[in-house]
């Protein structure tokens, strides 16, 4: 902010009162031109507003611009060649990549729309990435649903974390497994492997590329979308998807 303001006030110097300093061929020192700048800036305030808000678009397009050249560096990485995170057409047109956390409320309430909108398209495939950005619960969590996806089980998992309600301790998250009739040893050591550590940590190198802050993000198409959006939202970014792929 200092920064700033001391570039506005130097730009407005060298702009509106060098002229007048020549004109009657004396020079300002530094403090009267300070004086002037601020006598300048008490009578006309809106111009700080101006500038701060150039600056912050134009600091937006700046990081829109890096992202959608990380988006463009980060395809194969973003995909999910195995197909343990997929949901919806494995071979569609448009992918849908969704940055979520567990225990995010609106992952959670965007969750149904989402998955509707993919079965009533039937040509979208969707790729999970475990994002765990809300404490530890959210890191457990995520730890299980890739434990899962090592049994094959990882969209029933997906499911049911998402429909749970309250804490996520371990032993609860051990239980849900059970029920899924996983293998339960195997599942507990997947979840603290150092594989599973390595997928959470290549998501939360993507989404830091792709400026994701929070839950939840998707990358529709060519699309950076931060936040839930609804189903006319979701319609009108796979077409244009669509469009795009040609």
């Given at each position: 902010?200092?920064?700033?303001?001391?570039?506005?006030?130097?730009?407005?110097?060298?702009?509106?009162?060098?002229?007048?300093?020549?004109?009657?061929?004396?020079?300002?020192s530094?403090?009267?031109?300070?004086?002037?700048?601020?006598?300048?800036?008490?009578?006309?305030?809106?111009?700080?507003?101006?500038?701060?808000?150039?600056?912050?678009?134009?600091?937006?397009?700046?990081?829109?611009?890096?992202?959608?050249h990380?988006?463009?560096?980060?395809r194969?990485?973003?995909?999910?060649?195995?197909?343990?995170?997929?949901?919806?057409?494995?071979?569609?047109?448009?992918?849908?990549?969704?940055?979520?956390?567990?225990?995010?409320?609106?992952?959670?309430?965007?969750?149904?729309?989402?998955?509707?909108?993919?079965q009533?398209?039937?040509?979208?495939?969707?790729?999970?990435?475990?994002?765990?950005?809300l404490?530890?619960?959210?890191?457990?969590?995520?730890?299980?649903?890739?434990?899962?996806?090592r049994?094959?089980?990882?969209?029933?998992?997906?499911?049911?974390?998402?429909q749970?309600?309250?804490?996520?301790?371990?032993?609860?998250?051990v239980?849900?497994?059970?029920?899924?009739?996983?293998?339960?040893?195997?599942?507990?050591?997947?979840?603290?492997?150092?594989?599973?550590?390595?997928?959470?940590?290549?998501?939360?190198?993507?989404?830091?590329?792709?400026?994701?802050?929070?839950?939840?993000?998707?990358?529709?198409?060519?699309?950076?979308?931060?936040?839930?959006i609804?189903?006319?939202?979701?319609?009108?970014?796979?077409?244009?998807?669509?469009?795009?792929?040609?």
């Open positions: 902010m200092l920064k700033l303001f001391r570039s506005l006030a130097l730009l407005i110097a060298l702009t509106g009162l060098t002229a007048a300093a020549s004109a009657d061929d004396k020079s300002l530094e403090a009267e031109v300070e004086a002037i700048v601020k006598d300048y800036l008490l009578k006309h305030p809106e111009v700080i507003v101006e500038a701060l808000q150039l600056y912050q678009e134009r600091q937006e397009q700046a990081e829109a611009e890096r992202a959608r990380m988006l463009q560096a980060s194969d990485r973003l995909d999910d060649p195995t197909g343990a995170f997929v949901f919806g057409n494995p071979d569609g047109d448009v992918t849908i990549v969704e940055f979520f956390d567990y225990r995010c409320s609106y992952c959670k309430r965007v969750m149904p729309t989402l998955l509707d909108e993919v009533r398209d039937g040509n979208v495939r969707l790729v999970f990435k475990e994002f765990p950005v404490g530890e619960d959210s890191v457990r969590a995520a730890r299980a649903g890739i434990a899962a996806a049994q094959g089980r990882y969209y029933d998992m997906h499911l049911a974390l998402m749970s309600r309250g804490q996520l301790p371990e032993e609860k998250l239980a849900m497994a059970a029920d899924l009739g996983l293998d339960v040893a195997q599942f507990r050591a997947d979840m603290k492997s150092r594989a599973t550590d390595d997928e959470i940590a290549t998501n939360y190198e993507l989404a830091q590329a792709l400026n994701f802050r929070g839950t939840p993000s998707f990358v529709i198409g060519n699309e950076l979308v931060p936040g839930a609804d189903a006319r939202q979701f319609r009108a970014l796979i077409e244009k998807a669509r469009q795009e792929n040609g």
